[in-house]
């Protein structure tokens, strides 16, 4: 439930309230033991949006979270649910022709009981005792002009394990996460003199270096991938698509499973299309 109040023409109020409940019945046959978890929360949520202008906005965000988590630990204790709370604070921006729009956020998110791999059996997961997670985002999107297209985004994210009972976890990164990520998209648009329009485009995604294990045994390498795509709009009904991922066939990994497997992202990918509606 929640609802936005207009404070006045310029301050808006948002609240609301969120209640769980949450039934688990984790049965171990080998072990013949059943565990019983019953979990309820009430997790508010408030935010408060100062209008600059009838373009740009600042605001600030706080609320917490409730997550169930699934499975069991290499014991068989199923997990405690996840518990978080969460503080942002931001600015939004729109172009007076309205074509682009762009955001800025700042953010620190602590979460209790965050399932990471085991350092010591890949096999299973542990809960981190309390996670925090804080950095900054920011992204662009829309018209430059009438034929061409933007979206960019950028993010900064720090990530540390605060508080455990085991002391090797203390100060770690979360696996897989990366500090930075960016990516960017463009896309050129026109009628054909024949009917129809095109698009031509194609965009970056990068992808910085992740820790491999919650010990930090070991890194993933930070990667960037190129994308090409296109489109040929016969008429309103018909277009032909056509997408290039992975355009350089680079070697990339994409996540980690604790100590024992690494991912490799997909080589390059050539996928045409047809879309037709009737």
Request: charged fraction near 20%.
């Amino acid at each position: 439930m929640q609802d936005q109040i207009d404070l006045t023409d310029r301050w808006k109020l948002l609240a609301g309230v969120r209640f769980d409940q949450f039934h688990q019945d984790y049965e171990n046959r080998l072990a013949g033991t059943t565990q019983v978890q019953k979990h309820s929360a009430t997790t508010p949520r408030a935010g408060l949006t100062y209008l600059l202008s009838d373009r740009a906005s600042l605001y600030v965000s706080a609320g917490r979270s409730f997550r169930p988590n699934t499975g069991a630990d290499e014991s068989g204790g199923a997990f405690a649910p996840q518990k978080g709370k969460a503080f942002e604070a931001g600015a939004k921006w729109q172009s007076a022709d309205q074509r682009l729009s762009g955001a800025v956020a700042l953010f620190d998110i602590r979460k209790t009981n965050v399932l990471t791999r085991s350092p010591t059996n890949a096999n299973f997961n542990i809960a981190a005792g309390e996670v925090r997670s804080r950095g900054a985002e920011a992204d662009l999107a829309g018209r430059l002009d009438a034929h061409w297209r933007l979206s960019a985004n950028l993010a900064y994210t720090d990530t540390e394990v605060t508080r455990d009972n085991n002391p090797a976890l203390l100060g770690k990164r979360l696996a897989n996460i990366p500090r930075v990520s960016a990516g960017l998209f463009a896309i050129r648009e026109d009628r054909l003199a024949s009917g129809g329009r095109y698009g031509l485009g194609g965009g970056l995604v990068h992808v910085g270096e992740r820790t491999g294990t919650a010990t930090d045994t070991y890194r993933l390498p930070a990667y960037t991938t190129a994308r090409l795509t296109g489109y040929w709009q016969i008429d309103p009904r018909t277009r032909l698509t056509l997408d290039v991922h992975n355009l350089f066939d680079k070697t990339y990994y994409t996540a980690s499973w604790g100590a024992i497997t690494v991912l490799p992202g997909l080589g390059r990918q050539v996928v045409a299309g047809v879309q037709v509606q009737f």
